[in-house]
């Protein structure tokens, strides 16, 4: 069972919208950054957000992350079949002294 | 450019040992901290281990604690993890990754390597 909770899956059609939810509590995302990788098959995580809301380098403004509380949200607009892939939610968590990630939420672009 | 790449990964007997390491290229390694992180197949993310820039602090997941350690050699840019008393449930890809802030420990990892697997069977 993941510290944060992310939805299993998410489905949209190419050029949509989708948002993907991460939910955790005051020891983690109330009180610390977050971050979201974008993992596709057979590759490495991959940084897509930091910090919340900012995206590194190479980054497309199609990825755009905010947080509100405890919880945190990833949306991807223009969707591409590219963009179908595992996307993880991360942050540090104080009360364990350790990063925690979300379970992990499979994106299929129809 | 930025490269992190991990070696040392195989199939290994229940309780026998087996070190990691990952090779860091195009930053200054020295400055930041370093992080493993294992994805079981067909599973999640599950962070294992964080050491500082200068390998004075060290923190480990519950999963691993006592059993795994982590090292760094400043002067050959490179991480370790030293994984004894090895079991099945230990059998994951293993990633190295790059702490985001100079310093830091507990930021966003924006490098990853591209894995090895660590595969722990009889």
């Known amino acids: 069972q993941s510290v944060l909770t992310q939805p299993p899956s998410v489905s949209a059609a190419p050029g949509q919208k989708v948002t993907i939810s991460c939910s955790g509590s005051?020891?983690?995302?109330?009180?610390?950054?977050v971050s979201w990788y974008q993992q596709l098959p057979g590759t490495a995580p991959k940084l897509l957000i930091y910090d919340n809301n900012k995206r590194p380098s190479g980054i497309p403004d199609r990825f755009s992350g905010s947080k509100s509380g405890t919880s945190a949200t990833l949306g991807i607009t223009g969707l591409q079949t590219g963009d179908e892939a595992d996307y993880y939610c991360g942050t540090w968590d104080s009360s364990l002294s350790a990063p925690v990630f979300g379970g992990g939420t499979k994106l299929t672009v129809l | 450019q930025v490269q992190l790449v991990e070696s040392g990964g195989g199939v290994v007997q229940p309780g026998r040992s087996l070190r990691l390491s990952c090779a860091a290229s195009?930053?200054?390694?020295?400055?930041?901290?370093m992080h493993w992180v294992r994805q079981a197949p067909g599973k999640g993310l599950e962070w294992v281990a964080v050491i500082s820039y200068d390998g004075s602090n060290k923190y480990y997941a519950d999963s691993v604690k006592g059993r795994f350690t982590i090292s760094r050699d400043n002067s050959k840019n490179t991480l370790y993890l030293q994984m004894n008393s090895l079991r099945a449930e230990d059998t994951a890809v293993y990633y190295c990754?790059?702490?985001?802030?100079?310093?830091?420990?507990?930021?966003?990892?924006?490098?990853w390597g591209q894995g090895t697997m660590v595969t722990v069977s009889s």
């Open positions: 195009g930053f200054t390694f020295s400055s930041y901290g």
């Open positions: 005051s020891s983690n995302i109330g009180n610390n950054y």
């Open positions: 990754a790059k702490d985001l802030r100079i310093a830091g420990i507990n930021d966003a990892f924006d490098i």
